[in-house]
C-alpha cells in the first residue's frame, strides 16, 4: 500500500474547477515544478464511470470507496 499525499511543494494551479457528473466530481488541474500535470478534487458520494483516454492513478486520501475497473468484475473496497 503506498503512502497517502498530505502536501504538495512547488505546484501552479489552477483556479478553473472541471466539474463532471453534475457537479459530483470537482477537481482541478496542478502543474508540478518539473512540468508534471495532475489534478487534485473531491468525489462525492455517488456511483460514476469515468471515461479516460489513458490510464490514470487516482488515490483517496479520505473517506471510503467501491471500485471495478473495466473489463473486471471484481469491486474491490478501499
Known amino acids: 500500500m503506498s503512502s497517502i499525499t498530505e ?3 512547488g505546484v501552479a494551479v ?5 466539474v463532471y457528473f ?4 470537482v477537481s ?3 502543474t508540478l515544478a518539473d512540468g ?6 473531491v468525489i462525492l458520494p455517488s456511483t460514476l464511470t469515468f471515461s479516460t483516454g ?3 492513478i487516482m488515490e483517496g486520501v479520505s473517506g ?3 471500485y471495478r475497473l473495466a473489463g473486471t468484475e471484481t ?3 478501499s
Open 75 to 77: 469491486w474491490i473496497k
Open 54 to 56: 489513458a490510464p490514470e
Open 22 to 25: 453534475d457537479g459530483k466530481c
Open 28 to 30: 482541478h488541474g496542478i
Open 14 to 18: 489552477s483556479t478553473k474547477a472541471n
Open 36 to 41: 508534471t500535470k495532475k489534478s487534485v478534487g
Open 64 to 66: 471510503a470507496c467501491e
Open 7 to 9: 502536501s504538495i511543494s
